[in-house]
Structures are given as structure tokens and as C-alpha cells.
């Protein structure tokens, strides 16, 4: 069976310096995969390389067998793909049911130009209503009309989460879930995931810097060091492996994560 | 044609460029100078450039001071004088502002500053009275190195300056750590802070620096030009962006090249081009086209095609994002009854406005009313481009021109309906917009912006000459007139009837800029405008929706400027269309509201309105009972227009949403705290609205 | 509602429309010269002997009794070029009312100027407008450089006297009254070729800007003048630039040594005197300077040339009237020396204009009869076939000469003439002889000719 996203050999240079050099990755359907490493080891610059914000030099991206190097952002968005970012990207000026309602409405075409130009792009019930079942899984229910500057940042996450639901993906990537968050909210938030994951069915492909997050949460993890993976397999045996605890746990302990 | 000395005249060539290449490379490493110590795009580099060039000339050639002191006041003590105002009262407030914000700023003080100037000082642009260098006999000394050509003592001076300032600057970034404190507070204001440098200081004097070497550069360039004006100062720094660009904004000494190699290219150019045609017939078109337009051409090419631009998205701050995003549109948030009461206002008001017009107004209000009502429609354009999808266009001008040409043409030639050809130059226009967008969408930002002026000056310099645009010799013979239409048993030559034609097209323009605003595409392009990265990520393509926010902003400014050629009964291009008016447009839109229809209702009624009723005073007298009755200082100078509406941009960094909102949210919440009061209900429900700062930041990043 | 800054550049558009029509009005003149000028003065009809009283005028706008108001629009703040405009012309008009009016004004009214409006280079239409809501102007004066309010005005049916550098916004207007009538695109002059040939020139240039079609077509044409003319005056056409950018921002290096390579010693230029000053610069630096003459179309200007005699020395300017260095036998200008004097005004372009302006409205009220109103005015200077405003100006036919003259439908004018000057120490000297200032061709036969030299054509 060949797994849901493929990553092959991909290799990633900026003016000279390599950020990723011939990494290759595996999620299957319905999996929890970590990606560890420390910081400007490449996980972001992979993120983006799978989203399409950056194409790979060289390499593969294929999601379910569909190559996706060389496609739009928006044709890997609606081949499966959802994300959120490490440094929260929301939209000003947006109330957070709004938020899953663009969304919503982008994946599903609902309301072109010509609609919009004779009144009747406006949102259908049915729309919102599958916002507000996405927002009830999140525990967002209550905040739905809520201007998303008065959130605090871990609802702010959430909202991300949500937003990147809407658009019904296959695999999410998360960027760094927990930075900004404290334990408490971290673990929350672990929760929710879970157990939304249950219900959508989609696969997580978690990059992290609190190693207990994906130690609890992710099934296989990989180690990336200056752009190449240096271990992988079932999270527990990466998290035994000398070379990781060498080159990254470390240089940045697990305490760290601890207030 | 390829004799002998052709070698000799590609060496004269280049030689020959040198001069004008010089002043590019002055403006254009003046112009990374501030890019590089402030993070501003500055366009306002010419306007004070401009400003120590006037007082030089002012104190040198009217009050025949001396060299040294006529320098020392203009370029060492009003420049740097300059600079730390603008420091303190605008940039410093800033720092962490977006670039099109500070772009918008520097805008706003490209018209300001001149007229601000020649307000206060009294200067007026004397023909016959032509600026002098800052060397004896600058412009009659000349030394031919070569034998070949001759430079003169100011281009000399202009060229040791450029050449001494790249070195010079240079040694200064990389070894002083004054240098590296200020390109430090540039690239993160906030770590800067965080690490102890006096980021305040460090700001102020890299302001004073570079406004000094504005200065300096105005000064050297002034006698490039018989009579001093602000707006050849601004266009040769549009031409120097260029020189600036292949640098990336940030190389010195690539600045300098690009500006010298522009000049050495156009002269070579200039030289050879016209030998080539008479070997080569096709490259007639080309000599004919885009001779005068070559700067232009240049710049457009070096945005497009330039590797370093393609990639260079303009500089974040990591920790701008710890900046509140502007507060939304005061209709969402403001009480139900509060809404409705202003609704019920609003209709009052703008019957009231409308049975003035129909029942009282002489010829001359109708006009001027019509005339707002057509411009606010033409507004609309920016309320799409600036408000809704967040982007700068400067070249809305030549979009509301490619309307008025039209009409012309359709019924010069075919005797079309001009409010078909309207119609029909809406959609040429809108096709024109989509294909601009074309080749500068990945650019964003600045970039975007600087591209659309090089091509409202492109259509200005090249396209207008075309017969079957600007009319060729109809237009030399009759000018491009246009009828008003009559349509079925209405007749629009009554000024009354075509005062409602105008009224409607507006209002069914704003209703159909409110549905897009509310429907699935303005909510993609909210999406766009919080976050690009996050709207991509869930699908939107930002290339789709700004090529379709292109062509719907052409389309209502082509319709636009069809009604005003309609109006006006002339396409009247220098009057209407030409780049700095757009400019000025974007101004006012921006410093009113760009976010609303009432913005754009308001921005027109500014345009037209302002002239009469405040500049001359007929406001003023209405409340005085009496014209007579007019203190002696009116009519105040149309100048102060620029002054106010130029200044009041400066607040678009602070307030995006535009003066008018502010306001409106300010009084707004005031309202309604006094209706809670009165209520006597808790202050639960006291918006907080009075301001944007006070909105807790949603996030602390930390990474 | 748009001021100085955003405009000028673009204004400076209009400054195209100056250059152009100052190339194009060597052709404005007319035939005739039958008519004998008559002074002002002479026009004793007009003005009652002591006692008698003219009919009571109502409903015509600025009229009564005692007055016949006229508004005044031009552009002050906001030139571009630095010239003055407005002030120097408004002097003009009120030297000639002042004069009229103490020969009795016109049937026992006197000229007022009432309002006095500064268009600011681009409120020319709405201001335009205001004077016809105001309905308090009899009449209108316009020296601007952006004319988009005259069609306005014609529409209203409001005399109007104009600076006419804008031939496309006058042309076929019957109520606009230009100092100059409608240009001729594609008549091909003898009075350039005749200038290239008095300083024996071989080789010749022309100039234009590329982005006003008016100033290109000027330089093509003058250039198709020494295609046609020149074999006879033993001149080559040699050079021609259409397509120079305005205000030469990048200077005029390569194209000056273009033309020196073509040992071009005539230059016929179709550009504004600021760009004449950096052309004759450069040739001063290329070293070339006292081996080429240059033909100005507008810098008619004696503060400017004064500053730059050495620049300028030899060549010629073209003014559209009578030089106020001819003798002006059997003309006014006599008598508007005599007044600009006792008023202490300059002696500009641009007053000169604003008498000639104030004459033709003058002449188009008495034209009219003591019953006299708008339209009537209108057509009585309109039933002028040889009108010279005093003789300041070559003859023009109002009957036929709002319409754009073409050298192919019907002939263009009868008469061509021109009264140029030449620099000599910065000071202007007429090019034909003072008395007979003007040099004239007859447009019947288009051959070459020896240019007959007239006091008053």
C-alpha cells in the first residue's frame, strides 16, 4: 500500500546553503507523524515545500500518487492538504466563524464573482451550519462571533485548526502547535486534536519543539539536522536512538518546555 | 553605417550618458540611503531634494548670498532639520508600520512638502531665472578629458559627490557600528530595543543623514533644469527607482552603476537607434514609441524581469506581528440603533443635497456636484483596489483615461452611444487592468505599486500619442470632444438630467462594490489582506484574486472616467488623467476612508468641492451671511489642498481605515457609551472602540 | 480642483499646445490689408457727444448704464513655465479699457473688468462655468495654459477673447476670439526656409517633443518646408527629431551630436524656451555654438534672452503680432507703447495679447450698435473678413478662419506672414526692416518667392 503523502529525496538550497538535502518522508492515512529537529533544521522549509510555498529543487511530493511539485498552493489545497503556522497567521478585521467560512466557502466554489455581483454570495445556511459543527468539535461554539483580535492565542490556534478543517484535508500539517502556549493549554489542545482527528479521520504531520507533545501524541516520528534525517521510525525507539539525543535533545533538553 | 569611428562614438556615447547617468546614480543611492537607515520607500526624496534646491536658489540667485552660507543653510541646516521632523512627528511612530503604509506616507509627502515650502517661503518658479551650481561658473567651465566631450564644473561635482557618497556610506555600514546600529533598527525596531541600542537616536540621525543627502543631491541636480518645479524632482526619482531597484534597495554601489549604466544605456540608445532604422524599418516602431518613454520602459523591465526584485519580498519584522491589525469597519460594531439612526441621517442629508441640486442650484454647483459624484465613482476604484484587496495602484489614472479615450473614439469613428462606448471602455479598461497585473502580481506590495506608476507613465509617454488613442490629428484639429448622449426621451445635455445619470451609475456601482465586499470575494480578499500565506493555505490563489480585483478596479475607474469625459464634454487628459493626479486620488482616498462607499462619496465631494467652498471662502461667507464680509486672506492659495490632504495621509500608517472612520468610530463609541448611561445599564456593553491600540495584542510570539 | 503640484508636469503638457500653435501661426495670416487699420480712437461712432444718451440695455449680462463688465480667467499659480501669464495680461486689457474709456468707452459705457480668476492650470472649465452661472460677465478673457472651459462658454454663447495657443479647443467655437486664428497643420511655410536662407544655412534640423501631437506635427511639417523649399534656398533637410523628451530631462548630448555630425546650421525648433536655454547649452558645449541659429516658437521674452544673449545670439523668435521693436506706422502700436509706459507695464508677450484681446472686444460691441447683446457682438466681429485689431496682427477673416485652415481643402489662408526677430545682444531687432516689419507670401502660388515686406498686412 503505498502511503497518503510521499516525500522523495527532496533537496531545498537558498543562495548556497542547503536547508533540506535529499529528504524523503512517508504519512499514511489516519497516522500521527512527528518531525523533530532544532531550530533551522528544515521542518518549516519542508512544510512548505509539501504546502507549495517552495518548490524543491530536486525531489518529489505526491499526495495519495498524485506528484504534487510544480502545482499551485491552492490545487494541493484542494488535493488534501491543510496547515496551520508556528507564527499565527489569522485573518484582521474577521470574526471567527468567519474565518471557517471562507474557508468553507473556497473549498466548496459556493459563491462566484457573478453571485456576488447580483447579492447572492452571501453565506447559505447549510454552509454555516457545518462551521458551526466544526467549531462545536473545537469548543469554539461560544466565540463564534467573536472579532479574532480579542482571542487569546491558544483559541487563536484552534481557530487555525478549524480554519484548515473546512477545507476537508487528508493530511495536516501543524507548525508548531504548542509555541506561545503554556502546559495546560499545550495539553488541551492535544486533546482537541485528538479527538477531532477521531472523528475527521485525517493524518497529522506535526512539526514540534516540545518533545513530550510528540512524544504523547505522535506514532512515528523523524529527526531532521541540518536538513537531512538522521533517525526515524516508531516515536519511541527515535526518542532511544544516541544519535538523537546527541545531536538535538542534547543541545535542548526536554526541560526546556517546562515553565 | 557601422564606419570607422564607430568606436569613437560608442566611447562619445557613453560619455555623453555620463551626466545624466550621474544624476540618476545621485538619486537612486540617496534613495537606497533612506531605504537602507529607515526601511521607507521613499518617493518623498524628490519633494525634499526639491525643497533645499528651491532654498538654495532662493537664498543664491533672488537674495545673491555666497556660496558657502547659501549651502550651509540650505543642505546642512534646514535638510537635516527636515529629516528630524520627519523623524519625530511621523516615522518614529512607524517603525514597525507596513512598507505600503510607509509608501503611502512618503506619497502624501511628496505633495506636501513642496507646497508646504513654497507656501511659507513665498517661492514661485520664475522663468528666465535659472538655478545655479554650488561651483563658480558651474555650468560655462567645461573640461574635456578625452577630447571628445566636454562635462561641465556641475556635472563634474554631481559625479564626485556620487562617487564620493557610495564610498563613503559604504565604509560607514560596514565599519562603523553607527552603520550597523542602523540597518539593525531597520531590519527589527523591537530586537534592537530589546538589545540597548538608543533605536530613537540611532533613527533620528539616520534621518537627518539622508535628508541631508536629499538635499545635497537637490542642490547639485538644480541646474539640470531652467526653472525650478517639484514635479521634475519627483519624476526623476521615479526614473531612479530603477538605478535603486537593481541593488535591491539595499547595494550602494549596485545603485550607482544602475543609475550610471541608465544613462550611458539611453544615450547609447539615443545614438545608435537611429542609425539602425535606416537599415531596419521595423525598429521605426520602436524609435517612435519608446524614445521618450525609455526610463519608464526600463523601470517596468527591471521590476519584472530583475532576479533580485522577484524574490524580494519586502523585509518583516519577526516581531511585527505583536501589532494590533486595524479595527474593522465602524458599521459592524456599532449599536443597532445607533446604525439606524444614522441610516435615517444619511437619507435626510442626501435628499436634502439632491433637491438642493434640483431645485435651487445655479449651473456652476451643478457642475461641481456632478463632477464629485462622477469622481467618487471614479474612487470606488481604489475603495476595490486600496480597500478591499489592500494593494497600492498609482496608475488608476490612465484605467479612468483608457474610458475617456474610448468614448472619443467610438463616437469619433463610429458615432457609437457614449453610454454604450462608456460601457465598452469599462471593459477595455478592465481587460487592460487584468494585463497589467499579469506580469507584477508575484511582486506585492511596494513593488507593486512602483510598477503600476512606471506604467501610468508608460501610457502617459507612449500610448496617449497613439492616433487611435489620444486621436492624432483629430485630436491636434477639433481636441477630443465628446457629446453628452440623449437616451430614449431623457436628454443629457441638461446638466440636471445628467446630474441623476451621474447619481445613478454611482449608486449601482457602490451597490455592486457593497455585494462584492460582503460576498465570497471580498471575504477572500479580507483573507488576503490579514494574511497571504494563510489564505493560500486553504485554498485561495492570491494571482486569481488580484487579476480579478485588477480588472473590477479598472472597469469602475474606465467607467468613471468615461462619465467625467461625458461630463466634461472632453476627454481633457492633462487635466484628469495624467500620474500625479492619481497620485493625488490615492491620497485623498486613503487619508478619508478607503474601506467605505461614503470614503469614496467623500473623497469626491473633497476633489470638487473643496476649491469653492473652503480655498475661495463660499462657506465661510454663506456663514457670514455675506460674500462682503470675506476676511482679505481669501481665497486661500489652492496649495494649502496639498498641504492638508498630503499631511493627512501621514495618518494611514496609524489609522488604515482612513480619517473619516476614525472619526466616526471615536464619536461612535462616545454615543453609545452616553446612550448606555442614559440607559442606565452596566458598561458590558460599552464598546471599546476609542482605540485601536488599546485592543490587546492576540499573541506573544516566541520563537 | 486641482492645483500647482499634480498638475504641472502634465500641465506642462499644455505647454506643447503653445509651442505647436506658435509654429503653426506663421501661416495665420490673411489677405487684404484693403481695410485701413483704423485706431481705436477713430471709432468716434461709438461714443456720445456730450448730452446724448444711448438706449437702456436689459437682460444682457454685465450691461448697464454706466458699465459692460468683462470677468477675466487665466493661469497664475501653477505655471509651470515661471512666465507671467496672467498678471501681464490683465495689465494689457486694462491699458486699452483705461484708454478707450477716456475716449468715451463704448455708447457711453465704460470697460470694467470685474472679475479677475486664477484657473490654477486646471480649474479652467469649472471656473469657466462659475462665469456663466454668475451671468454678470458680458464678455470673457482667457489666457491659460489647460483651455477646458471654452467650449463652455461658446455653448453659453458668451463673447469670449482668447490667448489662442489651443487651436483644438477654438477651433469651429464662432464666439472664441483668438489674438491668432486657427492654425494651418499642413501648410508648409516660406518664412522659416527664408530665415535659414538670410544666414546662409545648409544644412537644417527640426525639433519636437513626441508626446504633444501639436509640437510633432510642427516639426514635421517645418521639416517637409525645407524638403520643399529648400532646394531653392540652397538648404538641406537634414535632420529631424519628433520625438524629444519633454523638458530634455536627460539632456540633449546625442541628439546635439547627431545634428553636429549633420553639420546642421539652422535649427527650426518646436519647443518651449526652457528647453531652447539646455538645446543652445549644449551646443555651447559641444562647442558648436557660433556655427548653428536657432528658431524659437515662443521666447518672445526679453527678461529671458536678455539672461542668455551669449546663448541665443543671431537667432530668431517669432512672435504672433507685431514686434514692439517695429516702427508700427499706421498701427496702434504707438500708441500701446505710449500706454504701457504712462502705466509703467513691461513689455510682454502676454500684455500685448490682453490689448489686442480688449480691442477685439471693444470692435465687437461697436460692431453691434448702440442695441447691442451677446450674440450680436458675436456676429458683428464674425462679418469681419480683414480684421487686425489695430493692425497689430496680420489681417484675419472671421468669416472662414475659426475653422482649421488646411493647405488641401480650399487653401488655408491667403496670406502668409510672419514678423521675426532676432536676438542681437540680447536685445530683440526685427528681422525685415522696422517699418515693414512683416514678411509676406502670397498663398495662391506656393512656389518659392522673395517674401514681400509689409507694414500691415
Known sequence: MSALLEVEDITKTFSGITALDNVSLNVDSGERVGLIGPNGAGKTTLFNCVLGQLNPDEGAVRLGGEELVQKSVSRRVKAGIGRTFQRIELFSDTSVREHLLIAERVRNGTGSFLKDLTGRGRPRKEEIERCDYVLELLGLRDLATEPIEKLSLGKGRLVEVGRALMTEPSLLLLDEPSSGLDRDETSALAETLRSVQAEAGFAILLVEHDVELVVSFTERCYVLDFGTVISKGSTAEVMADPVVRKAYLGTAPVEESQP | ?703 | MLGRKRLSVLGLLAVFALVGAACGDDDSGDGGGDETTTSAADSSETTAAEGDAFPTIEGVPGVSDDEIAFSVVGIKEGNPLGTCILDCYVDGIQAFFDYQNEQGGVFGRDLVIGEVLDDELANNQARSVEIIANDNSFGVFQATLIASGWGDLDDAGIPTFVWNIHAAESAGREAIFGNVASLCIDCLGRALPYEAQSIGATKVAALGYGISENSKVCAQSSYKAFEKYGPEIGAEAAYLNDQMEFGLPGGVATEVSAMIDAEVDFVTSCMDLNAMKTLAQEFDRQGYIDKVTLHHPNSYNHGFVAENAALFEGDFVSPGFIPYEADGEGTDLALVLERFEASGIELTEHAMVGWINAREAFDAISGAGEEFDQQSAIDALNSETSYSAGGLIPSIDWTTQHEPQSADGGGGPALECSAAVIIVDGVFETFASPETPWNCWDNSNRDWTEPEQIATP
Not at chain 2, 663 to 683: E, F
Open chain 2, 1 to 703: 553605417m557601422f564606419a570607422a569611428g564607430v568606436f569613437e562614438d560608442i566611447f562619445t556615447a557613453i560619455l555623453q550618458g555620463t551626466p545624466p547617468g550621474a544624476v540618476y546614480a545621485l538619486i537612486a543611492v540617496g534613495f537606497v540611503l533612506t531605504y537602507k537607515t529607515s526601511g521607507v520607500f521613499n518617493l518623498a526624496f524628490g519633494a525634499q531634494a526639491y525643497v533645499s534646491a528651491a532654498m538654495y536658489f532662493k537664498l543664491r540667485v533672488e537674495d545673491e548670498w555666497h556660496i558657502v552660507p547659501a549651502l550651509v543653510i540650505s543642505v546642512f541646516v534646514l535638510a537635516p532639520a527636515i529629516g528630524l521632523i520627519l523623524e519625530r512627528f511621523i516615522f518614529r511612530h512607524l517603525r514597525t508600520a507596513s512598507a505600503v503604509s510607509k509608501l503611502v506616507i512618503a506619497i502624501g509627502l511628496t505633495v506636501a512638502l513642496p507646497a508646504l515650502f513654497d507656501l511659507i517661503s513665498g517661492f514661485e518658479a520664475v522663468a528666465g531665472l535659472t538655478p545655479v551650481g554650488i561651483i563658480e561658473n558651474g555650468d560655462s567651465v567645461f573640461y574635456d578629458p578625452f577630447g571628445l566631450y566636454a562635462f561641465s564644473r556641475d556635472e563634474l561635482m554631481q559625479m564626485i559627490v556620487a562617487l564620493g557618497a557610495v564610498l563613503g556610506l559604504g565604509l560607514m555600514f560596514r565599519f562603523t557600528s553607527l552603520g550597523l546600529s542602523m540597518r539593525a533598527v531597520v531590519e527589527s525596531p523591537r530586537l534592537t530595543e530589546l538589545a540597548g541600542v538608543p533605536a530613537d537616536r540611532v533613527s533620528a540621525f539616520a534621518w537627518a543623514l539622508s535628508s541631508t543627502f536629499a538635499g545635497m543631491a537637490g542642490v547639485l541636480i538644480a541646474p539640470q533644469f531652467n526653472t525650478l518645479i517639484a514635479p521634475d524632482f519627483f519624476n526623476l526619482v521615479v526614473i531612479a527607482i530603477a538605478a535603486a531597484a537593481i541593488g535591491r534597495l539595499v547595494s550602494l554601489p549596485w545603485a550607482f552603476v544602475g543609475g550610471l549604466g541608465m544613462g550611458i544605456f539611453i544615450a547609447l540608445f539615443k545614438t545608435f537607434l537611429p542609425r539602425w532604422t535606416d537599415d531596419y524599418a521595423w525598429l521605426d516602431i520602436i524609435e517612435d514609441n519608446l524614445t521618450p518613454a525609455m526610463p519608464f520602459v526600463i523601470l517596468f523591465a527591471v521590476l519584472v524581469f530583475w532576479p533580485g526584485i522577484r524574490h524580494a519580498r519586502e523585509g518583516t519584522d519577526p516581531l511585527a506581528g505583536v501589532d494590533p491589525p486595524p479595527p474593522a469597519p465602524i458599521a459592524s460594531e456599532r449599536s443597532a440603533g445607533l446604525t439606524m439612526a444614522t441610516r435615517v441621517f444619511g437619507v435626510v442629508f442626501f435628499s436634502f443635497i439632491l433637491s438642493l441640486m434640483f431645485f435651487q442650484a445655479d449651473a456652476f454647483w451643478i457642475f461641481l456636484v456632478t463632477q464629485a459624484v462622477i469622481y467618487s465613482t471614479i474612487y470606488l476604484s481604489i475603495t476595490v483596489m486600496t480597500g478591499l484587496a489592500g494593494q497600492i495602484s498609482l496608475c488608476q489614472g490612465a484605467f479612468a483615461a483608457i474610458g475617456g479615450f474610448t468614448v472619443f473614439q467610438m463616437f469619433d469613428r463610429f458615432e457609437m452611444n457614449v453610454l454604450l462606448a462608456a460601457v465598452l471602455g469599462a471593459f477595455i479598461a478592465a481587460v487592460v487592468g487584468a494585463l497589467v497585473s499579469l506580469p507584477v502580481l508575484r511582486l506585492g506590495g511596494i513593488w507593486l505599486a512602483i510598477a503600476t506608476l512606471a506604467f501610468a507613465y508608460f501610457f502617459d509617454a507612449v500610448v496617449v500619442k497613439f492616433s487611435w488613442v489620444g486621436g492624432g490629428n483629430t485630436s491636434l484639429l477639433q481636441g477630443t470632444r465628446v457629446p453628452r448622449p440623449t437616451l430614449g426621451p431623457f436628454d443629457f445635455s441638461n446638466d440636471k438630467t445628467f446630474f441623476a445619470l451621474a447619481v445613478i451609475v454611482f449608486v449601482v456601482v457602490s451597490f455592486f462594490v457593497v455585494q462584492l465586499r460582503e460576498g465570497t470575494f471580498g471575504a477572500q480578499l479580507k483573507a488576503l489582506r490579514g494574511s497571504e500565506t494563510a489564505a493560500e493555505s486553504i485554498g485561495i490563489s492570491p494571482a486569481k484574486s488580484r487579476i480579478i480585483a485588477f480588472a473590477v478596479s479598472a472597469f469602475i475607474a474606465g467607467l468613471g472616467g468615461a462619465m467625467l469625459s461625458i461630463h466634461q464634454e472632453n476627454v481633457n487628459y492633462a487635466t484628469n488623467f495624467v500620474p500625479l493626479a492619481a497620485l493625488f486620488w490615492l491620497l485623498l482616498v486613503v487619508s478619508l476612508s478607503s474601506r467605505t462607499v461614503d470614503g469614496a462619496l467623500q473623497a469626491g465631494a473633497a476633489f470638487s468641492l473643496f476649491d469653492p467652498l473652503i480655498l475661495r471662502g463660499e462657506l465661510f461667507a454663506w456663514i457670514l451671511r455675506s460674500p462682503d464680509r470675506l476676511p482679505s486672506f481669501f481665497p486661500i492659495s489652492g496649495k494649502w489642498r496639498f498641504v492638508l490632504f498630503g499631511l493627512t495621509s501621514v495618518q494611514f500608517a496609524k489609522h488604515p481605515e482612513g480619517m473619516l472612520e476614525y472619526g466616526k468610530r471615536k464619536s461612535n463609541a462616545r454615543i453609545d457609551a452616553w446612550l448606555v448611561r442614559r440607559r442606565g445599564t452596566g458598561d458590558d456593553d460599552d464598546p471599546e472602540l476609542t482605540d485601536s491600540k488599546s485592543d490587546a495584542p492576540v499573541e506573544e510570539t516566541t520563537s
